[in-house]
């Protein structure tokens, strides 16, 4: 399966201000998701990431406070804009590179807000 | 949409004994069900999977049951080592390809 790249590992930030996390995919890939998953927590999908498209938002989730892009099949940003401490979790890429295998998931990213 | 349950959220064996998770899911469109192994710090990874037409399937020590009936499905660890600790989710897709996860369960293996 392809190989996910995910920047950054981590980061501390200041509330009210954006973070964008990278993520980078060694081949095109069909589907790109992005997660959040608290401390010892299950995975909560916040949207799939569409190719040339606005981004599919699960319910709770939404655009102005999580905007994604996924300018081709390889790539795709997700930032969290006007960070709370409520923010602080482990966000993570993920990736199905065709309609009939698994998901793959990036390294994550561990975001505190202070 | 798809609702997956898990249990139990934690699980502790002594290293040897075997280990039971269960997963049941809601929508009988679901036709593919991965399991996934996340260690401390890390991203999951996939230890297993199974589809819709295959009642079991074994690998090494790790085994995955299916019954589409009652819509429940199980991973079985043998001969548990303490490499095995970590949280495991099930998984649960069918024709959205956009996979619903369980809670996750926390198995802790005592040497």
């Known amino acids: 399966s392809a190989v996910i790249s995910q920047k950054p590992s981590r980061d501390i930030c200041q509330r009210g201000t954006s973070l964008t996390i990278q993520c980078q995919v060694d081949?095109?890939?069909?589907?790109m998701f992005w997660y959040r998953q608290q401390p010892g927590q299950s995975l909560t999908l916040i949207a799939t990431?569409?190719?040339?498209?606005?981004?599919?938002?699960e319910s709770g989730f939404v655009i102005d406070k999580f905007p994604i892009s996924r300018p081709n099949l390889t790539f795709s940003t997700l930032t969290v804009s006007n960070m709370s401490p409520e923010d602080s979790s482990i966000y993570l890429c993920?990736?199905?590179?065709?309609?009939?295998?698994?998901?793959?998931f990036g390294q994550g990213t561990r975001l505190t807000v202070v | 949409g798809e609702n997956v349950e898990q249990h139990p959220s934690t699980l502790s064996v002594q290293e040897g004994d075997s280990a039971v998770i269960k997963c049941t899911y809601s929508?009988?469109?679901?036709?593919?069900f991965p399991w996934y192994k996340q260690e401390l710090g890390k991203r999951p990874q996939l230890i297993i999977d199974?589809?819709?037409?295959?009642g079991e399937k074994k690998d090494q020590r790790i085994a995955v049951t299916l019954n589409k009936t009652a819509k429940h499905f199980s991973l079985h660890i043998t001969e548990t080592q303490p490499e095995d600790s970590a949280v495991y989710f099930c998984?649960?897709?069918?024709?959205?390809?956009?996979?619903?996860f369980g809670r996750g369960t926390s198995l802790i293996v005592h040497p």
């Open positions: 998984a649960a897709r069918g024709g959205s390809y956009i996979p619903t």
């Open positions: 990431a569409n190719q040339g498209s606005e981004a599919t938002y």
């Open positions: 929508d009988s469109a679901s036709n593919y």
């Open positions: 993920s990736a199905v590179d065709n309609w009939n295998t698994e998901a793959f």
């Open positions: 081949s095109q890939v069909t589907m």
């Open positions: 199974i589809r819709s037409n295959v």
